[in-house]
């Protein structure tokens, strides 16, 4: 059992800035495959990147992501982050982590994942 809570959500206005955090418990972390995933209003939810497990923690990343964010996990800590740059107001959305046990590299469909976080705001202002 896994669970997940995200944090570091807010406004920033377009250009700007976020990092947002996933904190995991269990104790077996370091064996997760991770995603980050994004919700916006009237849309479903799709995927943002992802991160894996094994000690290259090889990360992937939608189109419209790569270059302005990067994916990065701590597993001494059992943390995931999405460190989200040159912010634009199409980045506006409810941010979830998610984690498989399933061992591919990544995964960009949701129901490949066995647990998922609250999710966490980020509106980005023009």
């Known amino acids: 059992q896994v669970q997940l809570v995200e944090s570091g959500g807010g406004l920033v206005q377009a250009g700007g800035s976020l990092r947002l955090s996933c904190a995991a418990s269990g104790r077996t972390f370091s064996s997760y495959t991770m995603g980050w995933f994004r919700q916006a209003p009237g849309k479903e939810r799709e995927f943002v990147g992802g991160?894996?497990?094994?000690?290259?923690?090889?990360?992937y990343y939608e189109d419209s992501v790569k270059g302005r964010f990067t994916i990065s996990r701590d597993n001494a800590k059992n943390m995931v982050y999405l460190l989200m740059n040159m912010l634009k107001p199409e980045d506006t959305a409810v941010y979830y982590c998610?984690?498989?046990?399933?061992?591919?590299?990544?995964?960009?469909?949701?129901?490949?994942?066995?647990?998922w976080g609250q999710g966490t705001q980020v509106i980005v202002s023009s």
């Open positions: 991160i894996s497990w094994t000690d290259g923690h090889s990360t």
């Open positions: 998610a984690a498989t046990s399933n061992h591919a590299p990544y995964y960009s469909a949701s129901y490949y994942y066995d647990y």
